[in-house]
């Protein structure tokens, strides 16, 4: 199963972590990198449910709190870049990402727990590695270049002026 993972970031069964934050995914923002960072520990507790004996309501309350979390998270994104240019494409990625994470809830009650576990790991581990990747950093470049060039006139000033 280890060779069909893309690379060092995300680890198969046996691993004490499913999924490790790497210094690659960093946006430059500390507190959005130290969201991302407990998204990924929630993605790691879910892992260590994969199979142990367990009850629904563990797993369950771990979902939840994740999707109150995430929900917040993209809520912090949307405050430093929601008058970006671009950013409605990266909020109905946002969206996107909820549908399918309230898909995973609702079958929640139909799978096999390990089975919901595993695929619902798969997706989180995945999406959100290409969404800070991809999305996220190019965003936040362009956010903390704004701010740069914000910035840089004053400087510039100073040095000419």
């Keep these: 199963m280890?060779?069909?993972w893309a690379d060092d970031s995300v680890r198969p069964a046996g691993q004490s972590d499913y999924i490790c934050w790497l210094p690659e995914y960093s946006v430059g923002v500390e507190r959005i990198d130290a969201q991302h960072r407990r998204i990924f520990a929630m993605i790691n507790t879910l892992y260590t449910a994969l199979g142990q004996p367990q009850t629904a309501l563990p797993v369950r309350r771990v979902l939840e709190e994740m999707a109150d979390y995430v929900s917040f998270h993209f809520d912090t994104?949307?405050?430093y870049l929601g008058a970006m240019?671009?950013?409605a494409a990266h909020d109905q990625e946002h969206r996107q990402f909820i549908a399918k994470a309230a898909n995973f809830t609702k079958d929640y009650q139909k799978l096999p727990p390990d089975?919901?576990?595993r695929d619902m790991l798969i997706f989180l581990a995945y999406w959100l590695k290409d969404h800070i990747k991809g999305t996220d950093k190019r965003q936040f470049a362009r956010y903390l270049e704004l701010l740069d060039d914000h910035r840089q006139p004053t400087?510039?000033?100073e040095k000419h002026g």
């Design 2 to 4: 280890g060779e069909d």
């Design 77 to 79: 994104e949307r405050s």
């Design 85 to 87: 240019p671009g950013y």
């Design 115 to 117: 089975r919901l576990l």
């Design 155 to 157: 400087n510039h000033k």
